[in-house]
C-alpha cells in the first residue's frame, strides 16, 4: 500500500528530478532478465543527494510510527535497503542488521548480518519491489531467526499483481513511499512524457501484471 497519496507524488518527482527512475517509451532498457522496458529504477541514487535522502528517511521513520510497528530492530535487504535501513535505525534509536540473497559460502555461512533475537519484532526496510521474490527471501530468513516480522517498508514498487500476491501470501504488509502509478502520472503531469508515452507505459505495466 501506499504511505500517503501527497507523499507518493512527492516522491516520484525527487526520483524523476535526479534520474533514479528513468523512463525512455521509445529507446527501452534491457532488465537483468532480458525484458525490455521503458522504465529503468536505481534508487541508490538518492543516497547521493542529502534532501532527498533526508525525505525518504523520515518517510520512512513515520511510516513506523504510524502503523505503530513498534520494532525492536530494523533489517536491510542487501544492497539497495542496507544503506536506507540504516539510515532509519540511526533516526529511531534502534540496532541494525541486514540480510544477503543467501548464505555465505565460508566463514560462518550467514545470511542475517548483524544481531538479530529470537522473539524480536523487525521492520525491514528494501529500495525497489518488483515480484517480491528476492525481498520476501528476507521475510523468510528473519523468521527462520525466529523474528516476528511486523512489515516491508520500500522506496518504489512496480505494483504488480504478483508482488501483491506474494506479500499476501507471506503474510507481510508492505508500505511503499511511492509506486509505477503514481510515477507515470507526475511524469505527465511535469512533462516528463507526452499523453502518448503514457499510454505505451500504461500498457508495459498491464503487459507484466499478465504474466
Not at 82 to 91: C, E, M, Y
Amino acid at each position: 500500500m501506499i504511505f500517503n497519496e501527497d507523499i507518493a507524488f512527492d516522491v516520484a518527482e525527487m526520483l524523476l528530478k535526479i534520474k533514479a527512475v528513468k523512463l525512455s517509451p521509445n529507446d527501452l532498457f534491457t532488465w537483468a532478465s532480458g525484458i525490455k522496458s521503458p522504465i529503468y529504477t536505481d534508487n541508490r541514487i538518492t543516497l547521493s543527494y542529502h534532501e532527498i535522502r533526508t525525505a525518504i528517511r523520515r518517510h520512512f521513520v513515520d511510516a513506523v510510527r504510524h502503523y505503530n510497528w513498534e520494532p525492536d530492530v530494523i533489517v536491510g535487504v542487501a544492497t539497495g535497503g542496507i544503506p536506507q535501513g540504516a539510515l532509519v535505525a540511526q533516526d529511531l534509536e534502534l540496532p541494525f542488521a541486514y540480510v544477503r540473497s543467501s548464505k555465505k559460502d565460508h566463514g560462518l555461512t550467514n545470511q542475517v548480518e548483524g544481531e538479530v533475537r529470537s522473539g524480536q519484532k523487525a521492520v525491514i526496510v528494501e529500495d525497489l519491489i518488483s515480484t517480491g521474490s528476492s525481498s520476501l527471501g528476507a521475510v523468510e530468513a528473519l523468521k527462520n531467526a525466529g523474528c516476528h516480522v511486523k512489515g516491508m517498508l520500500a522506496i518504489f514498487t512496480y505494483n504488480l499483481g504478483i508482488a501483491r500476491l506474494n506479500f499476501q501470501n507471506a503474510a507481510c504488509p508492505l508500505v511503499t513511499l511511492t509506486d509505477y502509478d503514481h510515477l507515470i502520472k507526475k511524469a505527465l503531469e511535469i512533462n516528463y512524457i507526452t499523453e502518448k508515452d503514457l499510454s505505451i507505459l500504461e500498457e508495459f505495466k498491464k503487459g507484466l501484471d499478465k504474466k
